[in-house]
């Protein structure tokens, strides 16, 4: 990933993120991810899309379920540039864990499993930061191990 393209490019450009990439595409975000932000994005790596449940992701990627889509990919994006050293802080000021507002409008909690930063949605899904500070021109990267998603009603 080089630090002068923007997130959107950058993941495009990662084999890795595929799916992730197809999700924006389908969801008509990649205006929010190429432009200027900053904006934190949580990315779910091909293996994380590959732990949904059978048949979740072609779902989501369906014209009717447009809306749902863009709801999880909006959970995975926060307002502003956040490095895993800011991650860690909060967590250890909130005395173990840390609330972040997702761009969706619902909160990602933030905790530490051992050494690694734990993303874990309303539902008590879980995700680990697997690679993070990956700096983007238009925010960060931090890839995730797993989906994460928001309460759909």
């Known amino acids: 990933m080089m630090p002068t393209r923007?997130?959107?490019?950058?993941?495009a450009a990662t084999p890795s993120l595929s799916?992730?990439?197809?999700?924006?595409?389908?969801?008509?975000?990649?205006?929010a991810l190429a432009g200027p932000g900053p904006i934190t994005l949580f990315a779910p790596?091909?293996?994380?899309?590959?732990?949904?449940?059978?048949?979740?992701?072609?779902?989501?990627?369906?014209p009717a379920n447009r809306d749902s889509l863009v709801r999880?990919?909006?959970?995975?994006?926060v307002n502003g540039t956040v490095t895993?050293?800011?991650l860690r802080q909060r967590i250890a000021a909130g005395g173990g864990t840390a609330t972040l507002m997702t761009v969706q409008g619902e909160p990602l909690t933030l905790?530490?499993?051992q050494s690694v930063i734990t993303l874990t949605d309303a539902s008590g899904n879980k995700s680990y930061i697997e690679a993070g500070d990956?700096?983007?021109?238009?925010g960060m990267i931090h890839i995730v191990n797993g989906v994460l998603v928001p309460k759909l009603d």
């Not at 923007?6 to 993941?11: M, P, Q, V």
Request: without cysteine.
């Open 134 to 138: 990956l700096s983007q021109a238009n």
């Open 19 to 31: 799916s992730l990439v197809a999700a924006i595409r389908a969801a008509s975000l990649t205006t």
């Open 6 to 11: 923007t997130i959107l490019d950058n993941a």
């Open 111 to 113: 905790s530490m499993t």
């Open 84 to 86: 895993v050293n800011d």
């Open 45 to 62: 790596s091909n293996e994380a899309f590959g732990r949904l449940a059978p048949g979740i992701q072609e779902q989501l990627l369906q």
């Open 72 to 77: 999880v990919l909006r959970f995975h994006m």
